[in-house]
């Protein structure tokens, strides 16, 4: 995984523009490590921190909208 929010964030505005059925959800993620996305748009994603029992990871939930 990669730090770089060009992979990361980006990567989600880039889908919630191009594709407007698609909507962010919330990711239900409780770690000590875990932080919310970076940017305004991403901030229901999740970055993890690397520590003793995890590496470095991103997730987002994306949804279909009805």
């Known amino acids: 995984c990669t730090f ?5 964030e980006k990567v ?4 919630l523009k191009k594709f407007p059925e698609v909507s ?3 990711v239900g993620l409780d770690l000590p ?4 996305g ?5 901030i229901k994603t999740k970055r ?3 520590d ?3 590496e470095a990871f991103f ?4 949804g279909k909208l009805k």
């Not at 770089?4 to 990361?8: A, L």
């Not at 997730?59 to 994306?62: D, E, N, P, S, T």
Request: hydrophobic share 45%; proline share 3%; with cysteine.
């Open 24 to 26: 962010l959800e919330e």
């Open 59 to 62: 997730v987002a939930k994306l």
């Open 12 to 15: 989600i505005e880039w889908a």
């Open 33 to 36: 490590c875990a932080i919310d």
């Open 38 to 42: 970076l940017t305004k748009d991403t």
């Open 48 to 50: 993890v921190l690397p």
């Open 4 to 8: 770089s929010m060009e992979e990361n």
């Open 52 to 54: 003793k029992n995890f």
